[in-house]
């Protein structure tokens, strides 16, 4: 049986992936709700045109997506560092 693997991102660039069994492409559903937040999730350009209603939208928060993931990636780093200049500091007899 053919089927039809589409992810919807929502405006908070969430993935919600849904398998259909094959459909015609004017049935697939524009919107989904999205499985994390619930808000209405659109479709990718993949293999698919992009709805017109929501233009660049979905593309643009799965960049936000990876934008903000990456800044968290950065905070850890710097907690690292931070941790470690902390236990030097202390290894240190005699500074303080
Ligand atoms: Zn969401």
């Not at 990876?66 to 780093?77: I, L, T, Y």
Request: overall charge positive.
């Amino acid at each position: 049986m053919p089927r039809l693997r589409i992810s919807y991102w929502c405006t908070q660039g969430h993935e919600t992936p849904v398998v259909f069994s094959l459909l015609p492409v004017d049935q697939i559903p524009e919107q989904w709700d999205c499985v994390r937040c619930g808000r209405a999730a659109g479709r990718t350009a993949n293999d698919l045109p992009l709805p017109t209603a929501f233009g660049d939208q979905p593309f643009k928060s799965h960049l936000d997506y990876v934008k903000e993931r990456r800044s968290v990636a950065e905070g850890e780093q710097l907690l690292e560092e931070a941790l470690e200049r902390l236990r030097h500091r202390r290894g240190r007899p005699g500074r303080r």
